[in-house]
């Protein structure tokens, strides 16, 4: 038995669930440099839920092609929702994600904390760690035609 490759994935569509951190590592690092409309973010309290609709870069697709898919990042057992560095009143913002991670004990309650480009942050309180990744439309070609570079 072998690991599998972004290659036995082909064309097909994400779809990914994560119950602990080393699992929303990976969603993490297929959501580094993802753009997003401050209109495409929503906390459901009522069903505990925050959910974001992301342009996410496809890095699992063929060498030199610069691809994004539109991929559904929802989050459940969200008990609070905090924002720091974004003016939700500009309805025009779009926000690039850097990183996705999750502070807390084994047993998935604590804190996922999503880090923007240009200092900005959101902190879910989580109950338990429940988070799914999928995309929702077909592959499209970025429309900047690269790969964001941040000079590391």
Known sequence: ??????????????????RDAAGLEVISALL??????ITEMQFVPGRRRFALMVNRLRR???????????????????????????????????????TVRFDGPEDGAGQV????AGD????LTVEALDVTLRDVTQP????????????V
């Open 120 to 123: 900005g942050a959101i902190a």
């Open 32 to 37: 580094q440099d993802a753009v997003f409309p």
């Open 60 to 98: 699992e697709a063929a060498a030199g092609a610069v691809e994004r898919v539109q991929s559904l990042l929802v989050f459940d057992d969200v008990g609070a929702v905090r924002s720091q560095g974004i003016d939700r009143t500009d309805r025009d913002t779009v926000l690039s994600l850097l």
């Open 1 to 18: 038995m072998t690991d599998a490759t972004f290659e036995d994935g082909a064309e097909a569509p994400l779809r990914l669930i994560a």
């Open 140 to 151: 499209y070609l970025a429309p900047s035609r690269k790969v964001p570079d941040h000079g």
């Open 113 to 116: 904390l999503l880090t923007l």
